[in-house]
């Protein structure tokens, strides 16, 4: 099967339904170890870049305290990993979302079917109702949530309340890609694990495992060169026109703060009316752009231009989940976008 003929929406696996773990064994370990003590934190924030396998951690965690309810029981200190076979009984509920001990607050869609840009309140409060009822199973509750990043302010506070109160045997695992932006009082409340990018060989073996594909692939090699790191970064540049859209969104990026318009409308025409994975590529080189800006020079001396580029960068993300939500023109989005940083960059 060749990567160059794989569409990413046929092959993205939810987080819940992939049961092996590629790279970070110590963060791993760190939650077998505090699960094996009896003294588990009751919320961790598990933290780094997008598509490096934070969810993916946190259902593995999920399946193994639901599985293996009893921290002191022989299977749970002689285990190596967190690993649950997925013929498990706990571990088939989970793929098919109907544990009755795991609740996840992730964005769902509005009244209207269309994916909503935040987790509300009403949903994050289903943890109240979730964690105060006559118990559906024994033992462990646990509630994932992916990501904190997209609560908002009313939501964050509910969350917290529950986090600053929590019940006997619950655990929270929340999911971050800017672990720096979440509020200070639910961070003061989390134990923070903290995922590095995976190594290119993690990638390859990861982004082969999902979707069939030889790991000595070309094109799959490629694509985990130059997914920095993420799998998720790899997957969506798999549909061929990704990597060279990225890579001309990266060459316009390197003319900032002049850019050519009639270089800008070819761009918007590239991306299409409502190809996500174009969209997601086009994003994420503006993501890359942003990351590298944010990490060099002087920081002290350069406070202010900093904050202008991480305002920018907020209003590109809200632009963008419109956008996506909406069905929106991609060709506007474009241009805003590069008007912010021609902006910003001056």
């Known amino acids: 099967m060749s990567a160059r003929k794989v569409e990413q929406e046929s092959i993205a696996r939810h987080p819940r339904e992939t049961s092996d773990l590629f790279g970070h064994r110590e963060a791993e370990a760190a939650l077998l170890d505090a699960y094996r003590s009896g003294r588990i934190p009751h919320a961790w924030l598990i933290g780094g870049a997008q598509g490096i396998g934070k969810a993916t951690l946190a259902y593995r965690m999920a399946r193994f305290v639901l599985a293996f309810r009893n921290p002191k ?12 076979d997925p013929s498990d009984p706990v571990a088939r509920q989970i793929t098919a979302g109907a544990h009755g001990g795991l609740l996840v607050l992730e964005r769902g869609l509005n009244d209207r079917g269309v994916m909503r840009t935040v987790i ?46 929590p019940p006997q045997q619950s655990l929270f695992l929340l999911v971050s890609h800017a672990p720096s932006r979440v509020l200070p009082t639910i961070l003061s409340r989390c134990r923070k694990l903290l995922l590095r990018p995976l190594e290119t060989d993690d990638v390859v073996r990861a982004a082969a495992a999902a979707t069939d594909i030889a790991a000595d692939d070309p094109a799959l090699l490629e694509v985990a060169a130059a997914s920095e790191g993420s799998v998720g970064r790899a997957l969506s540049l798999l549909g061929g026109d990704a990597l060279k859209l990225q890579q001309r969104t990266a060459a316009l990026l390197a003319t900032l703060p002049s850019v050519d318009p009639r270089e800008l409308h070819a761009l918007g025409d590239a991306l299409g009316t409502s190809d996500r994975v174009a969209l997601a590529a086009f994003i994420d080189g503006i993501d890359r752009w942003m990351s590298e800006r944010m990490r060099t020079g002087d920081a002290n001396a350069n406070l202010p231009r900093l904050a202008r580029l991480a305002e920018v960068w907020e209003k590109i993300v809200r632009a963008a989940r419109d956008t996506e939500a909406y069905n929106l023109e991609r060709k506007p989005l474009v241009f805003s976008v590069f008007s912010m940083l021609a902006d910003a960059t001056r």
């Not at 029981?73 to 649950?84: I, N």
């Not at 105060?132 to 917290?160: K, Y």
């Open 73 to 84: 029981s022989s299977q749970v200190q002689a285990a190596p990993t967190l690993r649950v």
């Open 120 to 165: 509300t309140v009403d949903e994050t409060r289903e943890t109240i109702s979730f964690f105060g009822s006559t118990a559906a199973v024994d033992g462990w509750r646990v509630c994932i949530v992916d990501t904190v990043d997209e609560l908002n302010p009313n939501a964050a506070n509910a969350l917290l309340k529950i986090l600053e109160e």
